[in-house]
């Protein structure tokens, strides 16, 4: 055999080994053999079905999160499972269009295919070399590809089937409604400090220690966590950081805009077809038969359309002058603009500003100088690590490098120090007094290592401790008490009859208040309490500082002139009827399954998920 023959024999036998070597998809060790991983009655389920499905469920994943996803998360997340799940309901549906006849033709086939946007070009025809280049990165075949699709619109006519027709019972949403919509009508009066008949006055140091004593549960302190830490924060090392002024000029005039910025004006630009039409909307605004507004909602446009914000003289050509010199409020022009005459309107005036050199000095020096300090302390990280490593102790940080010793009774409601910080917060959570200290990152650069000391059980505080406290809740008690003494001697005549106001108290009159409605001053049980009560009824509830009378006046249906409560009926029974319509499929197709057989090979889908790339 000539030599270039037995060259050309030995690259084919070469290519026939990598043909083999890369079978099943990807680039993976996948045999050959394997062609599917299951059938659901007559149906074959690929295995270039579920690694397409697969990979679709993690792209839209994706799509969600905006983050790549690595395939062991996908599948901690069961991903596969619901790619597998989905393939096999597909499969279900595929075997029944079969069984029922159902088939789509080449004619529609063709119409559909011309239809999918991603293989349009710029014109909108036909583009075949994104379609080919579609099938090339999907590793499909036209045949394959369009085998696929007739199959999804012939499932698609068997959904819409099974779909169409399932209404919701409307006693669904006007049960809802009526309990959302319900109205009352309610009169009501504060009672507060100054509805006493003596003033409320000092408690004694008896009904103090009383009180204390009937309430220990709201005096204990918590269990606390004695923790010592070592923090370095960019603030504390500020000072040591020294900035020439040649270097603050530089920075100061890089920042020049910032510092010194000229009069700027917030600006509304209108454009018409022509001159004439500028003309004439102007002596209308001015004649005041019509606003700006008016004039821009007859084009169909919003204000924010045409708002231009803040501008300079140089960003409006022609009509800078005018609309400097114009007043806010003022409508100007027209004037050419490179999209034809305008008018414009002047909404504010930004003035000037400026913060010489001397000003602005301390505070390009500070934001430069936390740069800096956040760049030392990152290069500290490393050898405070090793200290760490070593077996040094908090105190011995403190010793040997910037860092600063403090020590903390910490609760999860504490927020002083290095304790404002969110990871100091989960680092502390989370420590026991086995962990040796670690270095934790904060927000703002700094660092910080701590150690558990001790747990501080629970205990009861002291009187003297929280005094203050004390003598809030008594007060605040005392108040409701009396009050409550009052309102109920009060509360007889409350009579659906009676006129409240002729009690001596300041009456509110709530009409058509429904259950999402907001009295102000008042907190957010209030109107579930109100809604709890019967028509004519009177009741005392308890408010912050005081306690209010009530009477329910009447109880009314939901208004049906308001456009929100059809709105609301109609969504309620669309939400009802397509959750029905979804569980009704889903029922379709288990009994599909069923009916069909569903046969699935482990070992094929182990060997998918083993290769899958």
Partial sequence: MARGTTSKTLVWILMALLILGLGGFGVTNLSGNIRTIGSVGGQDITVNAYVRALQDEIRAREAETGEPIPF???????LDQVALARLIASTALDNETVQLGLSVGDANLRDQLLQIQGFQGLDGSFDRDGYRFYLDRTNQSEAEFEEGLRREIARGLLQAAVL???TASPTYAD???SHLAERRNFTWARLSEADLDTPLGEPTEAQLAAFHSENAERFMQPEMKRITYAWLSPDMILDQVEIDEATLRSHYEDREDEFNRPERRLVERLVFADEAA?????????SGDKSFEDIVAERGLDLSDVDMGDVLPSDLGDAGPAAFNADPGTTIGPFPTDLGPALFRVNAVLPASSMPFEEAAAMIRDDLALGRTRRQIEDQMNPVDDL???????EELAEETEMRLFTLDWTPSISEGAAGYEAFQEAAAALSQDDFPELIALDDGGIVAMRLDEILPPRQLSLDEVRDDVTAAWEEAELTRRLTEKAEALLPQVTPEADMAALGLTVTQETGITRGAFIPGMPENFLTRVFAMQEGEARIIDLPAGVALVRLD???PPDENDEAVPALRDALT???SSSQAQDLFQYYINDLQARAGLQLDQTAINAVLANFQ
């Avoid at 500028?278 to 001015?286: D, P, V, W």
């Avoid at 760490?388 to 908090?394: N, R």
């Fill in 554 to 556: 009447a109880i009314q």
């Fill in 278 to 286: 500028a003309e004439a909307a102007k002596i209308t605004i001015e």
């Fill in 388 to 394: 760490l490593a070593a077996g040094a102790s908090i």
């Fill in 72 to 78: 062991s998360q996908a599948r901690d997340m069961g």
């Fill in 175 to 177: 049960t809802i409604v």
């Fill in 574 to 576: 669309e939400q009802a």
């Fill in 164 to 166: 169409s027709g399932v």
